[in-house]
Nanobody
Framework: QVQLVESGGGSVQAGGSMRLSCAVS????????MAWFRQAPGKEREGVAS????????YYADSVKGRFTISRDNVNNTVDLQMNSLKPEDTAMYYC????????????????????WGQGTQVTVSS
């Protein structure tokens, strides 16, 4: 049984940094697409970043390019999201997700592509 458990959220001031981790367990394949999404109150769920479980080209939302980095920690079996230069508009619940199909430019940010989701971790950025 696949499990995705997010951690690392909290509160930070604008300009600060935060690192989110998604602990993965169960059966995963290198071709699986792993992604971070976020959802703010009253807004749709938005793709933030993605990468294939086995590595390769990462994809980012335009709003986070140059500030966020997605990576996989093979030792701790996590998929991490390093967030720098945080802005108040980054405030949201952040979710880790897994798709059975590889990340592609046209589909990685589509929530319905994903088969498994974590419970989310809250990130709050104050001005």
């Amino acid at each position: 049984q696949v499990q995705l458990v997010e951690s690392g959220g909290g509160s930070v001031q604008a300009g600060g940094s935060m690192r989110l981790s998604c602990a993965v367990s169960g059966k995963f394949y290198n071709s699986d697409c792993m992604a971070w999404f976020r959802q703010a109150p009253g807004k749709e769920r938005e793709g933030v970043a993605s990468m294939n479980f086995g590595g390769g080209i990462p994809y980012y939302a335009d709003s986070v390019k140059g500030r966020f980095t997605i990576s996989r920690d093979n030792v701790n079996n996590t998929v991490d999201l390093q967030m720098n230069s945080l802005k108040p508009e980054d405030t949201a619940m952040y979710y880790c997700a897994r798709s059975f199909t590889p990340c592609t430019p046209g589909s990685w940010s589509v929530p319905r592509k994903y088969n498994d989701w974590g419970q989310g971790t809250q990130v709050t950025v104050s001005s």
